[in-house]
């Protein structure tokens, strides 16, 4: 959200941690209400340094996942399929880097997939 303070603050790590993903592994930004201002949402994400892909709404299983979210900032591993995988991280770390590795590389191994370093 627009509005979500910690979701804000974390943003510039999550610029940073991206640029650091290999190939294999996307990180995809959703801003709930990112629809309603979407040149208020533009700027916001230029200014915390992330160029990646960030969704501003959708609908079918996106728009249920939306609707599932209690909690923000929420986190979700999804595999190359569109699946929910792994656990969902809610609030934003103290070790963001370290505990998205963490997590990325759990639900990579839980795929069979490669880990990251």
């Known amino acids: 959200y627009t509005t979500c303070g910690p979701c804000i603050r974390e943003m510039p790590e999550i610029a940073e941690y991206a640029k650091t993903l290999p190939d294999n592994v996307k990180l995809i930004t959703w801003c709930l209400d990112g629809a309603y201002d979407e040149e208020y949402t533009k700027e916001l994400l230029s200014s915390s340094g992330y160029d990646g892909i960030t969704l501003t709404g959708g609908d079918g299983d996106l728009e249920k996942i939306y609707n599932d979210i209690m909690y923000t900032p929420t986190t979700l591993f999804v ?9 969902a991280l809610i609030g934003s770390p103290n070790d963001l880097a370290g505990t998205y590795t963490e997590l990325i590389n759990k639900t990579l191994k839980a795929l069979g997939k490669e880990e990251m370093e």
């Open 79 to 87: 595999d190359s399929e569109g699946n929910i995988v792994g656990e």
